[in-house]
């Protein structure tokens, strides 16, 4: 579990924390010919452990806010990791 949550943190365009989760965000962008371009954010939740609250603020240490904060994107698919 720890190695897969490590290399999704390596890859992602976002990392936040929220109360009950840490989650991953990896964007891309779609062109569409009826609505133009939008952007897709790929979220992987992974729930909060204190493993992995370690490595979060291990990698996310020099942040100003070390929780960080949800890119915003038009659309979104959620995929929540369980244990």
């Given at each position: 579990?720890?190695?897969?949550?490590?290399?999704?943190?390596?890859?992602?365009?976002?990392v936040y924390r929220?109360?009950?989760?840490?989650?991953?965000?990896?964007?891309?962008?779609q062109f569409n010919?009826?609505?133009?371009?939008?952007?897709?954010?790929?979220?992987?939740?992974?729930?909060?452990?204190?493993?992995?609250?370690?490595?979060?603020?291990?990698?996310?240490?020099?942040?100003?806010?070390?929780?960080?904060?949800?890119l915003h994107s038009?659309?979104?698919?959620?995929?929540?990791?369980?244990?």
């Open positions: 579990m720890i190695d897969e949550f490590f290399e999704q943190l390596k890859k992602a365009t976002n929220t109360e009950q989760y840490i989650v991953v965000q990896s964007f891309g962008v010919k009826i609505s133009g371009s939008v952007t897709v954010s790929y979220d992987t939740y992974y729930p909060r452990t204190e493993e992995l609250d370690d490595l979060f603020e291990e990698m996310h240490s020099e942040r100003y806010c070390i929780d960080g904060k949800r038009t659309m979104y698919v959620r995929k929540y990791v369980y244990y």
